[in-house]
């Protein structure tokens, strides 16, 4: 239930990821641009990641001591890095002078969760001690991607999950925006660091956000969009760095026919398998029941081509393997044109098949009315990629 704090002033709830907090240094950047914020004249949340790397760091560590870890093993472990976070970026604030900010876990603020370790969803959030530290003046600087599960376990909320609290808390708080602040100022129509070219968007709409994240866009969570569209939180992208907002997500939507970015996803290991119709049933509502997100799935004629981030790569292969015979690959990427209306039969799929067909070679296709998706050869997506790109902006 949506519980305002008792203060005249408007909410803001901000998300700094990982890489704004890498160092001391960059902590230090970032507490400045909190303190200006609240300068403004706004109540703030903050939620961050964990520094840097350290998240991939843990996991490391997890598997050079057990080839399986337990999943609530691995949620105690992996909470650790965002509670460093809270604690020294509060201390950053609070040196500055400039405002009293106080630092919460996911369980102490009440992000209440499933029991699904690892992978848990966002039941409730209490936040009492949050609306109360809010009416006090106060910078309330929570940690992101965990909570405590209905039976007081740490949980986790996999792999982008502070994106996630933020925009949990922005409904829980009504706030008037969340801000996804991160080293890129809004979303691109194409990541800028491999096409120079790429433009960023100043709007979009909710199902073109989502189809974004879905398809492996990195400045947003597809947990949170659904969140954010799920309970109408209004969410501004901007940079860390500068503190400028570049991108705003509305539900707006866009007019049909537009065409809004072109996304890669490398983090792909492909499953090949042939299998009866009712093994093919019965693995969806295995990998569902796992929460193991199918990124490619195609079923026909007994054989079935199944793509998976490299992370479950291997516990779906363990699954099909007690049933049928599987061959593995890790050389292809999905190459993604996301807009409204641009499924097949569209004009802008007629067009991006025609850049397409001459040049590359390409495996299994997916479209909707907000995405038309290719699998393609890893050593050909750089290119086809740009030739896309060219071709639309």
Sequence with gaps: MTQKPNTSKPIIVQKYGGSSLANPGMIQKVARNIVAKKEEDYDLVVVVSAMGKTTDHFIDLAHQVSPNPDRREMDMLLSVGERVSISLLAMAINATGKGHAVSYTGSQVGIITDDNHTQAQILEVKGHR???????GKIVIVAGFQGVSVNKEITTLGRGGSDTTAVALAAALN????E????VDGIYTADPNKIPTAKRIERLDFDQALALASSGAQVLHKT????????NV????????TGEIGTIVTDESMAKGFVTGVVVDNDLDIIRAEMENEDGAKLVHTLSRERLHCKVWQFAGGRAVIGVSKADAETVSNILQKSVKIRRESDFSILT???TGVGIG???AEKFFAILEKRFKFDAVASDEFYLKILIKNEETAQAAAAVHDAFF
Excluded: N, T, W, Y
């Design 180 to 183: 996804i602040m991160s080293d």
């Design 175 to 178: 706030a008037e925006a969340c």
């Design 130 to 136: 949050l609306r109360q530290a809010l009416e006090q």
């Design 234 to 241: 209004k969410l501004s992208l901007g940079s860390s760095f």
């Design 346 to 348: 569209s004009p802008p």
């Design 224 to 231: 949170a969009v659904e969140f954010a569209r799920q309970h």
């Design 337 to 339: 044109l996301i807009g």
